[in-house]
Each structure stands twice: as structure tokens, then as C-alpha cells.
């Protein structure tokens, strides 16, 4: 009697344990900060009007594109921020956060090519959503290590990611670039850590758009 059940015990230990972990798993997946070098093709929705090149770039042409939603909220230095106020120029927003060592890989190209636009006099506004951060310390720290001068809201909870709508292209990942374009519709997206080529390359075709 007693041998009979005792493997019972632990088979359903081993359920629990198993349970158990692939919760774990998939909190892990969910919090996971994602993104390579290589700019390989990221995961995401499928099926929308976009399409996703073998640098893992996303686009959407002029005649399919969709309204971004309005994002607005204090900022890592407590400011009001509102992207209602951006419309007419080209935005580009992206996702990061201070613990996220894809996002501290990125942040120089986001810098610099910033400041390339700014200095140049282009209609282009940097927009960060700093996300995951237990501390707004830790933000500030991160914006001022690498020279990041553009504001970023401060979304710990991740609040304003969940305002894009399903099936766009939303940011689905740590870090996520995505541009808008002077229409404020949304235009191009990457699921990964991106260089200054490939941040020119989403911008650049869609500031000389008509």
C-alpha cells in the first residue's frame, strides 16, 4: 500500500514542480530584456500591414499606416510630456530601460544620431519610455551616463506600451524603437537593439516622405 502511493506523491511533486517552473518560464519571457547585434527578424504579431525585412526592421507604407496613440505622463526629470505636441515632426520612441544591457548597448547610436538630427536642423523629436525601472534615479543615472538629452517618460508598470493598439506595429519588447511619422501614424518598428545605420535607415525615408 504505502509503495503504491508514494510514487504517486512524487509524480504529482514533479507536476507541481514542472507547473512551477513553466510559470516561472513564462514571467521570464514576458520581462525578458531582448535584442541582439545582429538585427535578426524579431518575433511579434503577424498577419498586419506592415512587412519585416532580414533586418528584423518592420515598415508600413504611407496608405495602410495607423494612428499611434496619444502617450503622455511625467518624464524621468518630472516634466509633463504629451506626443500630441509632437505632431508635424517625425518622432521616434523608444523603449529601454536602465537594467537592460541591449538598451545600454543601443543608447550611444540614440545619442548620437539625435544630436546629428538636432544639430541639422530636422524635423525630428526622440522620445524615450524608460520602463522597468524601480527608480527614477536609475533612469537618471542611465540618460546622463550616455549623453541622452531627449526626455523620457517615466513607465515603470510598462502603462504606455499597452496603449498601442493589437496587431499594430507596438513595441513588444525591451528595447522597441518605433518611428511615427509627421502625421503622427506609425511607420516603421524594431524588436531589437539597433546601431546609428539602422536608426538613420527607419528615419530618414520617412522624413523625406511627402
Not at 505636441?85 to 536602465?98: C, D
Not at 544591457?101 to 524635423?123: H, M, N, W
Not at 526622440?126 to 527608480?135: E, L, P, W
Not at 506600451?161 to 513595441?171: A, H
Request: hydrophobic share 35%; with cysteine; proline share 6%.
Amino acid at each position: 500500500m504505502s509503495l503504491s502511493r508514494a510514487p504517486r506523491r512524487r509524480s504529482t511533486g514533479g507536476r507541481a514542480l514542472l507547473l512551477t517552473a513553466v510559470t516561472v518560464a513564462g514571467a521570464l519571457t514576458l520581462t525578458a530584456c531582448t535584442g541582439s547585434d545582429g538585427g535578426g527578424k524579431p518575433t511579434g504579431s503577424s498577419g498586419g500591414n506592415y512587412v519585416t525585412g532580414t533586418n528584423g526592421i518592420s515598415r508600413v507604407d504611407q496608405g495602410e499606416r495607423t494612428e499611434a496613440p496619444r502617450l503622455d505622463g511625467a518624464s524621468v526629470d518630472g516634466k509633463a510630456l504629451d506626443t500630441t505636441a509632437l505632431k508635424g515632426k517625425v518622432v521616434v520612441l523608444n523603449v529601454w530601460g536602465s537594467w537592460c544591457p541591449p538598451c545600454r548597448q543601443e543608447a550611444p547610436y540614440f545619442a548620437k544620431v539625435s544630436k546629428e538630427l538636432a544639430d541639422a536642423g530636422q524635423d525630428v523629436a526622440f522620445v524615450g519610455i524608460n520602463t522597468r525601472d524601480n527608480s527614477k534615479q536609475n533612469a537618471a543615472s542611465f540618460e546622463a551616463d550616455y549623453g541622452i538629452t531627449y526626455p523620457s517618460f517615466y513607465d515603470p508598470d510598462g502603462k504606455l506600451m499597452l496603449r498601442f493598439p493589437k496587431g499594430t506595429l507596438n513595441p513588444q519588447a525591451i528595447p522597441s524603437t518605433i518611428v511615427l511619422d509627421k502625421q503622427g501614424r506609425i511607420a516603421a518598428r524594431a524588436l531589437v537593439a539597433i546601431d546609428d545605420e539602422t536608426l538613420r535607415s527607419m528615419i530618414d525615408p520617412i522624413l523625406a516622405e511627402k
